[in-house]
């Protein structure tokens, strides 16, 4: 449980992630115990509780709250047969990290150096082989109740092949595997 909690904190495209990895729990929790009234409702209230205290959180605070978790576990190489089946841990018990996948909303893929003039004109653009294959996220993620996360870190990682895909992409154009070009 140690290593899917790490996992989940470290394969987070961005520090809000973490909100919207433990509102996936949240919606987990709440279609267990739909069926009772009670119960439900207070599993609503914690929702309302986090989005009361963490909804309207900085990018630099969750920042802060993810890097405190990663510097917590850091340390922590438990090996996870799930894991391990599915190719995102190494033996050593470290995570694979693959240099390919989703970008955050709002970004573009790694490939791309925009040059600026101390004015803050673009001056140049100059490119690199990133040598990845990288999809864009088409919205942010929601914090709305049952909202889409546009994520699947914090569902059941036991029903999907990789715990670390996202529901809402499409592919990014591929950079080529060429020397650095300038473009001016």
Do not use: W
Not at 37 to 43: D, L
């Amino acid at each position: 449980m140690t290593m899917a909690f790490k996992y989940q904190v470290a394969m987070s495209l961005t520090p809000r992630d973490v909100l919207l990895v433990t509102l996936n729990h949240i919606d987990a929790i709440q279609s267990f115990v739909a069926e009772s009234p009670v119960i439900s409702g207070h599993v609503d209230n914690v929702y309302q509780l986090l989005i009361t205290n963490y909804g309207k959180l900085s990018i630099g605070e969750f920042q802060l709250i993810r890097q405190t978790l990663l510097n917590f576990f850091q340390d922590m190489h438990i090996r996870v047969s799930i894991f391990l089946k599915d190719k995102v841990q190494n033996s050593n018990g470290r995570f694979a990290i693959s240099t390919a996948g989703m970008v955050p909303y709002g970004s573009e893929p790694p490939g791309i150096i925009r040059m600026f003039s101390t004015e803050g004109e673009h001056v140049k653009t100059a490119s690199f082989p990133s040598g990845g294959n990288y999809t864009y996220s088409m919205q942010q993620g929601s914090i709305e109740l049952q909202g889409n996360r546009c994520t699947q870190l914090g569902t059941n990682m036991y029903a999907m092949n990789k715990p670390f895909e996202t529901t809402i992409s499409v592919p990014a154009p591929q950079q080529p595997m060429s020397m650095v070009r300038e473009h001016e």
